[in-house]
């Protein structure tokens, strides 16, 4: 099954929290003692990230794995540190064998903070 579309905006100034529910082919993936990353980059032909994010880091947490849930939250200081305007992301999992599985990609759209 080929990456779900998701494209998503942070806001510098407040910190992004979304709640994500990994399902195929309308089954729940059980994603207990799973790795999930994220990785934006100005564009995919670059190989430097402008931001990475992980449960390893602390940025993704399993909240429900065998109900495929897990909870992405990126901190108004680590928005804030951003300088883009758009760029492109990939969220992937990595099974308790180490084989990966993209699920999302999209573009990323940076919204400037006014009042700082």
Known sequence: MPA???????????????TIKW???????????????????HDV?????????????????ITDGTSGICTLTITGTAIAA????KAVHNIEYLSAGNVPKRLLEGVVTLSREVIS
């Open 45 to 61: 032909s670059r190989t430097a990230y402008i931001y990475t994010a992980s449960t390893g880091a602390g940025e993704f947490t």
């Open 82 to 85: 951003l300088d883009f305007n």
């Open 23 to 41: 399902e195929s082919d309308g089954t729940v993936v059980d994603i207990t003692g799973y790795t999930i990353r994220l990785g934006l980059k």
């Open 4 to 18: 779900g579309r998701w494209d998503f905006t942070l806001e510098q100034g407040s910190t992004f929290d979304k």
